[in-house]
């Protein structure tokens, strides 16, 4: 999507927000504020989807992970044809997706305001990225034994925060498959997409 370039953007773990120059501008939430936002924009969805949220910013050495649910979606549910059996990894660290166990789902939440230089986030899930989720949801499974039948999966969720005139709070209805809106403060937070399965060891 293209954005407005002029606008500066932050994500909750990187870039401080530009203070405002209009005084009667409401106070501009911190960056950490901003990606919580949008982590519970998520984390809401996702329970509306039927998910269970069992942790939210799960951390260790390694990194920190935004949201982890445990549940089943349509995708999950599809069984493994002995053509995709032959295919699959022989050494596959992770139970194949027909388990019959829910899907654990390990999500990386970026939340952006418009014109992003990384595309809404998803950019910014790099390899060395990738490699230290893939290295702190090992140190998860390794922390909750109970968890490691499950079928495990890394997906990542891109949020839109664009600034809005009224102060309020509230969710409201999602109006496409993958698309939510909540309003919290001076910030109308979207749901932009949802992408399941975004990457693997």
């Known amino acids: 999507m293209i954005g407005d370039s002029s606008e500066l953007n932050f994500t909750r773990k990187g870039d401080r927000p530009v203070a405002s120059t209009d005084p009667n501008s409401p106070p501009s939430p911190n960056s950490r504020d901003i990606g919580t936002f949008g982590e519970n924009l998520v984390a809401e969805w996702l329970q509306q989807q039927g998910w269970e949220i069992l942790h939210r910013q799960w951390h ?19 069984k493994e044809t002995q053509e995709d059996s032959r295919l699959r990894m022989p050494n596959s660290r992770f139970p ?24 809404d986030g998803m950019l910014a899930v ?4 990738q490699a230290k989720l893939w290295q702190t949801a090992e140190i998860f499974l390794s922390n909750h034994p109970d968890l490691v ?12 925060c664009e600034p809005i005139g009224q102060k309020n709070h509230k969710i409201l209805p999602s109006t496409a498959a993958n698309s939510q809106v909540s309003l919290t403060g001076s910030n109308r937070f979207t749901l932009q997409q949802y992408i399941r399965s975004a990457f693997s060891n």
């Open 126 to 129: 790099t390899m060395a990225k």
């Open 96 to 119: 194949i997706p027909d388990s019959p166990f829910p899907t654990l789902v390990f999500v990386e939440v970026k939340t952006r305001r418009r014109g992003n230089w990384d595309a």
């Open 149 to 160: 039948n499950h079928s495990c999966r890394f997906d990542v969720a891109l949020v839109r």
């Open 60 to 78: 260790c050495r390694w990194g920190e992970i935004d949201i982890i649910a445990l549940g089943t979606d349509e995708e999950c549910e599809i």
